[in-house]
C-alpha cells in the first residue's frame, strides 16, 4: 500500500489544513440540525477534497458519531470502508461525462431507497467535466432532493459549475495547506515508518508540494526507496536541489 493510501484520514481531525471546513462539518454532524443534501467542495488538487467527501459520507451515516466523526468502526463505516455497498457511489466525472452515464449511474437508481445505509451517498470528483446535458439532468435530482440522498460534488474548477447547481449546494473552499503544517504531517510519518530523513529534507519537499499534500507524501515514498530521505536523494530523485546546495555553488563560483 503506498503511503497516500495509507495515511489517508479517516476522520475530521486528521485532515490537515482545512479547519475552517473540518470544524463546520464535525457541528453538522454533531447536531444533525442543519445536514444539507448537496455539498460542492472545490479547491487545488490533493487539498483533501475526495478524503473529505468520503468521510462526510460516513459521518452521516455513521451508527456511533464520536463529536461529529465517524467512529470507523460501526457496520456503516466499515462498509465503505471496505467498499461493500452500492448505497456509496464514488464517480469520476472525467469518464462519466455524459448525460447517459450520469441516467444509468445515478439518476436511475437515486430513486430507490439505500438497501443498508441511513443515506445513499454519491460522490461526483471533478464535477466540472461534466457535459451540459448531464448538468441537466442532474440538476432535476439535486433540486428536488429525497431525505435519503446526499451529493457531495467536487471540482478544481468550480468556474466551470453551472451557477445553478452551485445555487443548490453547500459551498466549501478548500485552500493549498501552509507548507510547516505539511512538514509536521511528513515527519509523523517518517517516524512511523521509521525511515531515516533530514529536517531540511522534510521542509525541501514540503516546499516544492506547493500545498499540494498527496504531492508530498507521494514524494516521500518516493525518495525514500533510494534510502536515507536527505537533500541528495532528493536532488536525484525528484530533479530539485536545495536552498543550501544552491548556496554552496553560489559560494563557489562567486
Excluded at 175 to 187: F, N, R, T, Y
Excluded at 213 to 232: F, H, T
Aim: with cysteine; glycine share 4%.
Amino acid at each position: 500500500m503506498s503511503l497516500a493510501n495509507k495515511y489517508r484520514p479517516q476522520t475530521f481531525d486528521t485532515i490537515i489544513g482545512q479547519a475552517h471546513i473540518t470544524e463546520i462539518l464535525k457541528a453538522q454532524m454533531s447536531t444533525n440540525k442543519q445536514m444539507h443534501h448537496n455539498y460542492l467542495l472545490f479547491g487545488p488538487r490533493g487539498t483533501g477534497k475526495t478524503t473529505t467527501a468520503r468521510i462526510l459520507a460516513k459521518a452521516i451515516n455513521c451508527l456511533d458519531p464520536q463529536d461529529g466523526n465517524p467512529c470507523n468502526k460501526c457496520l456503516n463505516c466499515q462498509t465503505i470502508n471496505e467498499g461493500k455497498t452500492l448505497d456509496y457511489v464514488e464517480i469520476d466525472a472525467a469518464s462519466h461525462t455524459g448525460v447517459d452515464n450520469i441516467r444509468e449511474e445515478i439518476l436511475d437508481k437515486a430513486a430507490y431507497p439505500p438497501t443498508v445505509l441511513k443515506k445513499k451517498i454519491y460522490v461526483i470528483d471533478e464535477v466540472h467535466m461534466l457535459s451540459k446535458w448531464a448538468f441537466n439532468a442532474l440538476l432535476k435530482t439535486i433540486e428536488e432532493p429525497r431525505d435519503n440522498v446526499c451529493f457531495i460534488l467536487a471540482t478544481t474548477e468550480i468556474q466551470k459549475v453551472p451557477e445553478t447547481i452551485i445555487s443548490r449546494c453547500q459551498v466549501f473552499n478548500f485552500k493549498k495547506v501552509d507548507k510547516k503544517e505539511i512538514a509536521k504531517h511528513l515527519k509523523n510519518i517518517v517516524e512511523q515508518e521509521q525511515l531515516t530523513s533530514t529536517n531540511t529534507a522534510i521542509e525541501l519537499i514540503a516546499k516544492i508540494s506547493e500545498g499540494c499534500v498527496r504531492d508530498a507524501v507521494k514524494y516521500i515514498d518516493q525518495v525514500s526507496v533510494l534510502g536515507n530521505i536527505d537533500e541528495e536523494h532528493i536532488t536525484k530523485f525528484l530533479g530539485v536541489a536545495s536552498e543550501v546546495l544552491i548556496k554552496k555553488i553560489l559560494d563557489q563560483y562567486f
